[in-house]
C-alpha cells in the first residue's frame, strides 16, 4: 500500500525517465526532499515543485543519503535557497568545503563536469544538521530514522520514514517494471562484508516499502533485499574467478561488461532500460570500485 505523503519526483537525468528521484514530502510548515539531486537538474525539480504550488525557495530540509553528486549536488544551491541540510557525519566536511569532492569527480568526468552535475555550492555550517545513527529524529510532527548503511559509501545513511526505507545506493539500482536490480559498486569504498551487515540491518526492521533513488517506491521488500544479497554474492564469485588472472583495469572493465550485458539479455530488457540502468549506474565505475576493493582486501600483500 503506497505512503500517500510521499511524492516521487523524476528529475530526468541526462533526459532518461526513472534514473534520479527525489522525493517530497510535505507536513504542516515543511517541505521536505529526500536527496537533491544534481544541480543540473535543478530546473526539472523547480518545475516539478511548481505543480504543487511550491518553488525551491520552499524546500525547507533537504535529507541526503550521502554525498555523492547525483544525490547531493544540488544540497548547497538549495541551502542558498534557505533548506537545512541533513547528512551523514562522514560527508558533512565535504558539504562545507566541497573542493575535494569536486576534484575528484573533475578526475573522473572532465570536461563533462558541468553537464553531468551543475554547479557545486558549498553548505554553510550553520544549515547542516548531523544525525546520530539509529537515533530518530523529527522535523515537525514528522519522524524519521537514519540507519548507517556502509558498502556503497562509508558515508551513508538510509532513512526510515513510516516504514518506508529511503534506501539512496545500498538498496541498489531498480527500474520500476523489471524484477532485476544492479549493485552500484563505484571506488573507494565498496566493500561486499560491509554492505551484507548493512542489508542484514534493514532486513531486521518492519520494513512495508523500499524507496531506492534509483528508482522508485516498491512494496516487496523482502525480495528486493534478498535479490540485492544474491547479486552482491554472485558478483563476488564472479570476481573470484576473474582475478587470479590479473586483469588489467581496461580488461576488466570489459568483462565486467560483458557479464552485466548477458544478465540484461538473459532479464529481457529493452534497450532503453539498458541505457536507464547504465545511467544510474556507470558499469565502468562498478568495474573500477571492484579492483580497488580485491585490491585492498583480497589481495593485499
Known amino acids: 500500500m503506497a505512503n500517500s505523503r510521499i511524492i516521487t519526483i523524476d528529475l530526468h537525468f541526462?533526459?532518461?525517465?526513472?534514473?534520479?528521484?527525489?522525493?517530497?514530502?510535505?507536513?504542516?510548515?515543511?517541505?521536505?526532499?529526500?536527496?537533491?539531486?544534481?544541480?543540473?537538474?535543478?530546473p526539472t525539480l523547480d518545475s516539478a515543485l511548481s505543480a504543487f504550488g511550491l518553488s525551491l525557495g520552499d524546500v525547507t530540509h533537504v535529507l541526503l543519503t550521502h554525498i555523492h553528486l547525483d544525490h547531493a549536488g544540488a544540497a548547497g544551491q538549495l541551502a542558498q535557497h534557505g533548506a537545512q541540510i541533513y547528512v551523514h557525519p562522514l560527508g558533512a566536511p565535504h558539504l562545507i568545503r566541497p573542493e575535494k569532492l569536486i576534484a575528484s569527480a573533475s578526475r573522473i568526468y572532465g570536461d563533462r563536469m558541468n553537464q553531468l552535475w551543475g554547479e557545486i555550492l558549498p553548505v554553510e555550517q550553520n544549515q547542516i544538521h548531523i544525525p546520530n545513527d539509529a537515533e530518530e529524529f523529527a522535523i515537525g510532527n514528522l519522524?524519521?530514522?537514519?540507519?548507517?548503511?556502509?558498502?556503497?559509501?562509508?558515508h551513508h545513511f538510509a532513512y526510515i520514514f513510516e516504514e518506508t526505507c529511503f534506501s539512496g545506493d545500498v538498496g541498489g539500482v531498480r527500474i520500476p517494471g523489471y524484477p532485476y536490480l544492479r549493485v552500484p559498486m563505484p571506488p573507494p569504498e565498496f566493500h561486499f562484508e560491509k554492505w551484507r551487515e548493512s542489508l542484514a540491518k534493514l532486513k531486521k526492521l518492519n520494513l512495508k516499502q523500499i524507496?531506492?533513488?534509483?528508482?522508485?517506491?516498491?512494496?516487496?521488500?523482502?525480495?528486493?533485499?534478498?535479490a540485492?544479497?544474491?547479486?552482491?554474492?554472485?558478483?563476488?564469485?564472479?570476481?573470484?574467478?576473474?582475478?587470479?588472472?590479473?586483469?588489467?583495469l581496461e580488461e576488466l572493465r570489459e568483462q565486467f561488461t560483458k557479464w552485466m550485458e548477458q544478465q540484461s539479455r538473459e532479464q529481457g530488457l529493452s534497450e532503453e532500460v539498458i541505457q536507464v540502468y547504465t545511467v544510474s549506474n556507470p558499469i565502468g565505475m562498478s568495474a573500477d570500485?571492484?579492483?580497488?576493493?580485491?585490491?585492498?582486501?583480497?589481495n593485499a600483500k
Do not use: C
Not at 143 to 154: D, Q, R
Open 143 to 154: 519522524k524519521f530514522l537514519p540507519i548507517h548503511t556502509s558498502g556503497h559509501a562509508e
Open 289 to 298: 570500485g571492484l579492483l580497488r576493493y580485491w585490491n585492498k582486501y583480497k
Open 228 to 248: 540485492l544479497q544474491q547479486n552482491l554474492d554472485a558478483t563476488e564469485k564472479w570476481l573470484e574467478q576473474v582475478m587470479p588472472s590479473e586483469p588489467s
Open 211 to 226: 524507496a531506492p533513488t534509483h528508482f522508485g517506491i516498491y512494496d516487496d521488500v523482502e525480495w528486493h533485499l534478498n
Open 14 to 42: 541526462q533526459n532518461k525517465k526513472q534514473a534520479i528521484a527525489s522525493y517530497l514530502i510535505k507536513s504542516d510548515d515543511a517541505v521536505i526532499l529526500i536527496e537533491s539531486g544534481p544541480a543540473s537538474t535543478l
